[in-house]
């Protein structure tokens, strides 16, 4: 599915203050080291918190909404229950990837709509990249801003990674939220 717009951002839409209560939060936790559904490691090297926050959704719903609507996608979903809080550590990174496939995932449900937030800039490397012509074996990265705060909401389908931490350590919040599978 090719897009106009494939990847809608926020900058600094939430202040450091709320950034840093949510790092607290998620360092708070025990964390794990993340997977992926295929299990090939080699794609991916960080540090996964899972929360289960009712006030950190809430206050990001209204993105959803409003980048559905004015990126034109119109999606249906449904609201999130689990965020992930994610660390990326010098060397941490995730390769190319998808949040979402044609297939459901055995609720007959798919992600429809991806989001993530950086919640600090206080490093180095780690730069987020979009693709929506890689499956078309052409290439048109866009990177998105490190600023702290900033939310970024793209369709679950498009190819995105982040690049190695090269210095600090990069804290981020991403969440899925699924829809009916499209016809």
Not at 117 to 124: A, P, Q, R
């Amino acid at each position: 599915m090719r897009l106009q717009h494939f990847v809608w951002s926020f900058p600094e839409a939430l202040d450091s203050e709320t950034c840093n209560r949510i790092i607290e939060l998620g360092l708070s936790k025990k964390k794990r080291k993340a997977t992926v559904q295929n299990k090939q490691e080699q794609y991916r090297e960080s540090n996964v918190v899972w929360l289960y926050d009712q006030w950190i959704t809430e206050l990001l719903i209204p993105y959803i909404y409003s980048a559905n609507e004015k990126a034109g996608w119109n999606f249906q979903w449904e609201p999130v229950e689990e965020i992930q809080f994610t660390e990326y550590n010098k060397g941490g990174y995730y390769d190319w990837h998808r949040d979402s496939f044609e297939q459901s995932d055995g609720d007959g449900k798919i992600r429809k709509i991806s989001v993530t937030i950086n919640l600090n800039d206080n490093f180095k490397g780690g730069d987020m990249w979009f693709d929506n012509a890689l499956e078309y074996d052409k290439t048109d990265p866009k990177k998105i801003s490190k600023s702290t705060g900033g939310i970024t909401v793209f369709p679950s389908h498009v190819w995105h990674k982040v690049d190695k931490v090269t210095k600090g350590t990069r804290y981020s919040l991403v969440f899925w939220f699924k829809g009916n599978q499209f016809v």
